[in-house]
């Protein structure tokens, strides 16, 4: 069973409003080199990286099951045909 979450890490810049995201990585040190840039092109602003984990999407079958296993809404026509009728 794989991890319910991703561990992301994200650089944050404070330009007199409060923190604000600016971008995200799996990598640490692809958010240390990112900061080094913000900090030589715009100084007058702080920056930090923090921590974040958030929720992985489920897949659509942990989403539908039906009986006698899961059931795959990708690889069902009419599926896509009822969505696409109650959508009008």
């Known amino acids: ?12 810049g404070d330009y007199g409003q409060g923190w604000e995201d600016i ?16 900090r030589e092109n715009a100084p007058e602003y702080n920056y930090r990286i923090i921590q974040r984990r958030e929720l992985k999407p489920q897949c659509p079958t942990c989403l539908f099951p039906g009986p006698g296993g899961h059931y795959d809404p990708c690889t ?9 009728k109650q959508n009008g």
Do not use: F, I
């Open 1 to 12: 069973m794989s991890n319910r979450y991703w561990y992301l890490h994200v650089l944050q």
């Open 23 to 38: 971008c995200q990585s799996e990598s640490r040190q692809e958010m240390r080199d990112d900061r080094d840039k913000y």
């Open 76 to 84: 069902d026509k009419t599926y896509w045909e009822r969505k696409a």
